[in-house]
């Protein structure tokens, strides 16, 4: 173990994240899959999937989510669900809707699967659409319609950024039309292909203002009929989120090619090599090697957050956002008013409260874009 990761005792992880695919048939502007997706190998194969859910199960994970991309594109997560039902995780299916029918929903109940939930971009079919570069809008309606009717709690999942943060009061009536029982409101976080298009997708302030009323007005309106969940942009936070609740301390994420990262964004982060569950062992990726240990503990932090009384609580923050937006990872996590990269993050709220012509286009997710970023090697946002 690193000398970082010895400051403090390694627990076991508790929530494991499967992305089965980076294959989606939706191309989301705010996907938080990389933007150089195209750059990896093949999948994982049923076997070793089910190896993955044995190990990371022995380790102690308790809670599983199945994921993406889309993991309805896999044909075999029947039998992953099944298998891990029979390990005894709690299991999650977050998807887009795309792909399922009335055989595959009834074969994922009798397989175990604890919970669904359902993406919608927006309440109108046309911005819905939009967003996703997807006619998917009337069959996501017919997919919650589905989710409800076998028996799931109705949980959907909202991204909200500038483009339709002003239709939350309509999102949640729909939602209460669909008979939700769950609402997560999640606003963008700027990594993946979102940081690409940041410019065309931080709200205003006063966007954020309103919606954050209407979310309020909507709660009073329904009590407990609907937990609604309202999640703030890190941009207009004055404290970065104790991401993960620390690196390498109750989350581990398997990637499509089998790649084991700390957190979802972290591959693109530079000076780590990531291991591979085709080249070592769960147990040795998550206690032993270099890369989880990397920002375990507090030796690797620079001032001020070596000093901060709220190092036990943030753990420094985020160290994908601070390297997309200073270079480097180990600063301090610039949401933090605190951090001497603090203007970076004010300045592009300010940007946002007069917005202009983006200087970018908005690049949707697909393999075409994938690849020209890649390509191009340069820096996405300032």
């Given at each position: ?48 999937w ?6 990371a ?33 709690y ?30 971009q ?9 967003l ?7 069959l ?16 959907l ?9 002003d ?15 769950y ?5 963008t ?5 979102a ?7 931080l ?7 309103r919606?954050?009323?209407?979310t ?27 991401c ?77 956002q601070?390297?997309?937006?200073t ?25 946002a ?10 690049l ?16 996405l946002?300032?």
């Amino acid at each position: 173990m690193s000398e970082a990761g010895s400051e403090r005792k390694v627990g076991n992880p508790l929530w494991l994240l499967a992305e089965l695919t980076y294959r989606c048939p939706l191309h989301c502007v705010y996907c938080s899959n990389p933007v150089d997706y195209t750059r990896y190998g093949a999948e994982l194969s049923t076997d070793e999937w089910v190896r993955v859910l044995r190990e990371a199960r022995a380790l102690g994970c308790a809670q599983l989510g199945f994921s993406g991309g889309e993991p309805l594109l896999r044909d075999d997560l029947e039998a992953l669900v099944q298998e891990a039902h029979r390990l005894g995780y709690y299991t999650n299916l977050i998807t887009s809707g795309v792909g399922l029918n009335e055989r595959r929903i009834a074969a994922l109940k009798a397989g175990g699967l604890d919970h669904i939930q359902l993406s919608f971009q927006d309440s109108t079919r046309e911005l819905n659409d939009f967003l996703s570069h997807t006619r998917t809008f009337d069959l996501k309606y017919r997919m919650a319609q589905l989710i409800k009717a076998h028996g799931y709690p109705m949980v959907l999942n909202v991204v909200l950024h500038r483009q339709n943060i002003d239709h939350v009061e309509q999102i949640l009536e729909m939602a209460e039309k669909l008979g939700a029982e769950y609402v997560e409101l999640a606003n963008t976080q700027y990594y993946g292909w979102a940081f690409v298009n940041r410019d065309h997708l931080l709200p205003s302030r006063e966007q954020l203002e309103r919606a954050e009323a209407a979310t309020q007005r909507f709660r009073e309106k329904v009590g407990d009929r609907m937990r609604i969940y309202f999640v703030v942009p890190d941009y207009y936070a004055n404290r970065p989120k104790a991401c993960m609740n620390g690196w390498g301390s109750v989350f581990v994420c398997v990637c499509p090619d089998g790649v084991v990262l700390p957190c979802h964004e972290a591959r693109g982060l530079p000076g780590l090599t990531f291991p591979s569950v085709r080249e070592a062992s769960l147990q040795w990726i998550w206690y032993e090697s270099p890369a989880f240990n990397r920002y375990r503990g507090e030796g690797w932090m620079k001032a001020p957050c070596r000093s901060c009384p709220e190092r036990v609580k943030d753990f420094g923050g985020c160290r994908c956002q601070a390297y997309l937006l200073t270079g480097d990872p180990a600063n301090a996590d610039p949401v933090c008013d605190l951090s001497p990269y603090h203007r970076v993050v004010t300045e592009a709220v300010a940007r946002a409260q007069r917005p202009t012509a983006a200087a970018r286009p908005i690049l949707f997710r697909d393999d075409r874009n994938a690849r020209a970023l890649s390509e191009a090697q340069a820096p996405l946002a300032q």
